[in-house]
């Protein structure tokens, strides 16, 4: 028996829409790494929950100790480097894979840094930046945030740890937020100090990142929402967006989320391990959709 003849009534529309649909645009949050093992923000268990974002992930927390900045971020990427991407994140890179091959288009943005939907095969765009890149510190007003490895102004440096004096420093101590290594041998490079290539509180995304953004945003005829918050903006913003021209908006989420309200068509609720690839498995055969119909 096929696995979808358990499929609710909803399940079946937004399988269908997306089965008709020209260009899917997919956006991202922590929740679909989650399963992998990777901390969220908000929620349970929740990097926020832990320490206040001003104190690790904003201009000025760097500024302040750069330090305990870079303990967070080498152990983050110390975390990702051990983790495996799930069945939710193969399931995106599948059905990007799939539209491509079909001749149509599937745009994933993504607020997640840690690379698991490239290692799945997708190409997200990355709207937050990369855990795995760097490039040098500067104050906000003098740094226009590139993503553009080309540019010379981001590189990728995969080394972990990220500089010896960092090794095997572990999780930040939230009960005495101090960084421990000395500023010198923090990463550097020509005498000028690194910083993490991540979009902090307070910064800019990408003008053209943004721009391509928008341009998916404004064309695409379903965008499915999936392990996101959607608190932070300008993401947050992106439901609402898509669904003032009347275009459905499908949320896959573990918890409800306020920004579902009055925008989302179809909500499910769940892990995103389980219910993407139900949603997103190829429908091989016209009949498919038609036999789950029968079942309900
Ligand atoms: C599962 C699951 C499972 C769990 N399956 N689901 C307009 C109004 C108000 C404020 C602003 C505004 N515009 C801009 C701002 C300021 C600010 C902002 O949004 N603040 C809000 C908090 C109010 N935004 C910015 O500063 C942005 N810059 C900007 O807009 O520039 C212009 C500007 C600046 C200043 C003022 C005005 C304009 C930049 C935002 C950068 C965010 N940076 C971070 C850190 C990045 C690097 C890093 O990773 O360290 O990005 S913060 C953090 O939050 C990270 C995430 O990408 C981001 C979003 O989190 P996400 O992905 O939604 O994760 P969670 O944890 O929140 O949610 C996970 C969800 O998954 C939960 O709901 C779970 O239920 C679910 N889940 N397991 C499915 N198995």
Redesign the pocket.
């Known amino acids: 028996m096929n696995r979808f003849l358990m499929a609710t009534p909803s399940m079946q529309q937004c399988r269908k829409a997306l089965a008709s649909a020209k260009h899917v645009v997919f956006l991202t949050?922590?929740?679909?790494s989650?399963?992998s093992g990777i901390p969220?923000?908000?929620?349970a268990g929740?990097l926020w929950g832990t320490y206040a974002?001003q104190d690790l992930?904003t201009w000025e927390a760097f500024e302040r100790d750069p330090s305990l900045v870079w303990e967070f971020y080498n152990y983050r990427r110390e975390v990702v480097s051990k983790s495996k991407p799930n069945p939710g994140h193969y399931a995106i890179a599948q059905f990007q894979q799939r539209m491509v091959s079909e001749g149509k288009r599937c745009t994933v943005i993504t607020?997640?840094?840690d690379g698991l939907l490239q290692v799945a095969g997708c190409s997200p765009i990355e709207m937050?930046?990369s855990l795995w890149n760097i490039k040098v510190a500067a104050p906000p007003d003098r740094d226009s945030f590139k993503f553009c490895l080309e540019e010379g102004v981001v590189w990728e440096d995969r080394a972990h740890p990220i500089c010896p004096a960092l090794a095997g420093k572990g999780q930040p101590d939230a009960a005495r937020l101090c960084g421990s290594v000395p500023v010198p041998d923090l990463p550097h490079r020509d005498g000028l100090l690194l910083r993490p290539a991540?979009?902090?509180?307070?910064?800019?995304?990408d003008r053209r990142t943004t721009a391509t953004i928008h341009a998916a945003l404004d064309t695409c005829d379903l965008l499915l929402v999936?392990?996101?918050?959607?608190?932070?903006?300008?993401?947050?913003g992106y439901a609402a967006q898509v669904a003032r021209r009347n275009v459905p908006v499908a949320i896959?989420?573990?918890?409800p989320?306020d920004t579902a309200d009055g925008v989302a068509r179809w909500v499910f609720t769940g892990?995103?391990?389980t219910l993407l690839p139900q949603l997103l498995a190829p429908v091989t055969d016209g009949k498919e959709l038609e036999a789950e119909e029968q079942v309900q």
């Open positions: 949050g922590a929740g679909i989650a399963e969220t923000f908000r929620g929740g974002a992930a607020q997640n840094i937050h930046g991540v979009v902090w509180f307070g910064e800019q995304l999936a392990g996101t918050s959607g608190v932070v903006y300008p993401a947050a896959v989420n573990l918890d989320i892990m995103g391990g």
